[in-house]
């Protein structure tokens, strides 16, 4: 998986070059669209997803591709072959970005059969770069990063949560989620990028997050690498992470534990399930 590593780490700069001109710029409202009421999309996303889907044509054009903007484009690969889908969100952390916040990425993973292989998060208004191959310990500015060592209080945690675009119309879950861990927790903090909230869990700068309603292209590159650290990802409800539902309960060990039994007790999203993305 080293090839797919490296390719991906380029195809994630040159991306990120491209949102990087539009965060020095600016980016004028008149050229942002609004794809659902809160929902943005701006030049920036469309012109990283073009290169992101330029790059893997060129280099494996026998994988399918799954990005936000464009969806799902089969590759050429024979029937029966493992199946390799990049999963790319070219721009994460849009609403950030149109605002002028620095907290965006590029996601770029591989997953083959459903698993993730290769992922990696380019921030680049930040210059963090995440990486990992399955298996490995993931790297962070080329630099390995250490295990995550458990802690067992949530009293004295710092969490990460995200809210859906679904907010505005179904905030309950929400307001639910919120108004149960603030009063548990050391704080909860919230970036507007889901890729980044796994890879800040990934260096323990957090010690959880917790979110649904997202897409695979949100969380297959960070999930892997959070786990590759050491994070344990489930669903919310505590069984299996799948990309697909957009449903992640992440902490250090310990942590996740404490979690899930808050979100057991107090019914938090168990009652609500999104259809998965694509099934
Ligand atoms: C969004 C971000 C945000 C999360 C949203 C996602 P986008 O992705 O990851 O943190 O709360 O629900 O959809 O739209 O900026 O690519
Ligand atoms: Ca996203
Ligand atoms: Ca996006």
């Not at 963090?128 to 004295?156: I, Q």
Request: proline share 5%; aromatic share 6%; hydrophobic share 40%.
């Amino acid at each position: 998986m080293q090839n797919e590593l490296m390719i991906a780490l380029h195809m994630a700069r040159e991306a990120g070059g491209i949102l990087l001109e539009g965060h020095r710029l600016g980016v004028a409202p008149e050229v942002v669209e609004h794809k659902g009421a809160i929902d943005l999309v701006t030049p920036y996303d469309r012109r990283s997803e073009a290169l992101v889907r330029a790059r893997l044509a060129e280099h494996f054009p026998d994988d399918t591709v799954l990005a936000e903007e464009g969806g799902q484009t089969e590759g050429q690969g024979p029937e029966g072959a493992a199946r390799r889908v990049w999963c790319v969100d070219p721009l994460d952390g849009t609403t950030n970005f149109a605002h002028g916040l620095p907290f965006f990425c590029v996601s770029i993973a591989l997953l083959i059969d459903g698993e993730a292989a290769v992922g990696v998060v380019h921030a680049p208004a930040l210059d963090w770069t995440f990486s990992c191959v399955a298996g490995e310990a993931p790297r962070f500015n080329g630099s390995p990063l250490p295990r995550l060592a458990a802690r067992d209080d949530l009293g004295s945690s710092l969490l990460m949560f995200g809210c859906g675009y679904d907010r505005t119309t179904r905030p309950e879950r929400y307001l639910a989620m919120i108004a149960t861990f603030m009063t548990r927790t050391q704080g909860l903090r919230r970036t507007g990028s889901a890729a980044l909230d796994c890879c800040i869990c990934s260096r323990g700068q957090v010690d959880g997050y917790m979110e649904v309603n997202l897409h695979p292209w949100d969380l297959a590159a960070g999930v892997l690498i959070a786990r590759g650290a050491g994070a344990v990802a489930t669903d919310v409800d505590g069984g299996p992470f799948d990309p697909f539902t957009g449903r992640l309960l992440l902490g250090r060990p310990g942590v996740h534990g404490r979690m899930l039994e808050v979100i057991r007790e107090n019914d938090v999203f168990l009652h609500e399930k999104d259809g998965s993305y694509g099934r």
